[in-house]
């Protein structure tokens, strides 16, 4: 099975991230193909970026952050559920990101955007998406936005047409998000099957700035992801064209 995480990037306890995560987290056990988990951004204990060394070299020097790469590491694609905060998104999110490379690159990603207004946060998407490019991770074209988070009933071309929270708590999407989701979570299962094969050790990404070299004698950190299956036998075998 795929390891997916569900990244609700919200930081607010009061919020709407949280539903859609746990529903989008939800369409995803549905389809059988992954093994789910939910990584919400405001409970980690990551202070701001304060690493000596280049996040690609992979050389940690605080627990918390060896902590956060194990945990990243351990996933085979990602789904960004995101707020939109003054055109861009949160902080800590970027934050997030930004203390890793090797741990993220040449993974598959999808984006659920949100907001207040018409445009379902998709300036916060696709800021995002610039970023997670950068990483060598490959983003879907499939994507999901939710305009008017939060509310529950909304008018469209005459009709009474209802999402957002309901009165349980549950996040409630219209069949075009439903269809979305499923087109983005089909995506994410086509890249990881490709995309696990060019992941190496080896490659260094990232272009944080900080002390352009690693500790004398260190080696990264990162560890080596064994073969799911016998697709890279087979690459390596040269049957693959």
């Known amino acids: 099975m795929i390891r997916l995480a569900i990244i609700d990037a919200s930081t607010s306890p009061l919020t709407t ?8 987290a939800e369409c995803a056990r549905r389809t059988r193909a992954f093994d789910v988990e939910i990584i919400r951004i405001r409970e980690l204990d990551l202070p701001f970026f304060d690493e000596p060394y280049l996040p690609r070299y992979g050389h940690y020097e605080h627990a918390e952050t060896r902590a956060w790469s194990e945990t990243i590491a351990s996933f085979d694609a990602f789904v960004f559920v995101s707020p939109e905060y003054n055109r861009g998104y949160s902080g800590r999110l970027k934050n997030a990101i930004d203390y890793l490379a090797q741990e993220w690159a040449f993974k598959p990603a999808g984006i659920i955007s949100y907001g207040a207004s018409m445009t379902g946060g998709l ?3 696709e800021a995002l998406h610039d970023v997670l490019n950068s990483l060598h991770m490959f983003v879907t074209r499939e994507n999901v936005l939710v305009p008017y988070a939060g509310r529950e009933a909304h008018r469209w071309e005459g009709r009474e047409v209802s999402w957002g929270v309901g009165p349980d708590g549950e996040f409630v999407a219209t069949p075009g998000m439903v269809e979305a989701a499923e087109m983005m979570l089909d995506a994410i299962v086509r ?9 190496t050790p080896e490659q260094t990404v990232g272009d944080q700035q900080g002390i352009g ?13 064994p073969t799911r299956d016998d697709r890279e036998e087979w690459r390596r075998s040269g049957r693959m064209r």
Do not use: E, K, Y
């Open 17 to 24: 991230g949280a539903p859609i995560a746990d529903w989008i």
């Open 123 to 125: 300036r916060a998407l």
């Open 191 to 199: 890249l990881d099957a490709a995309m696990h094969l060019v992941r």
């Open 213 to 225: 070299n690693p500790p004398s004698g260190s080696i990264p950190q990162v560890r080596p992801r």
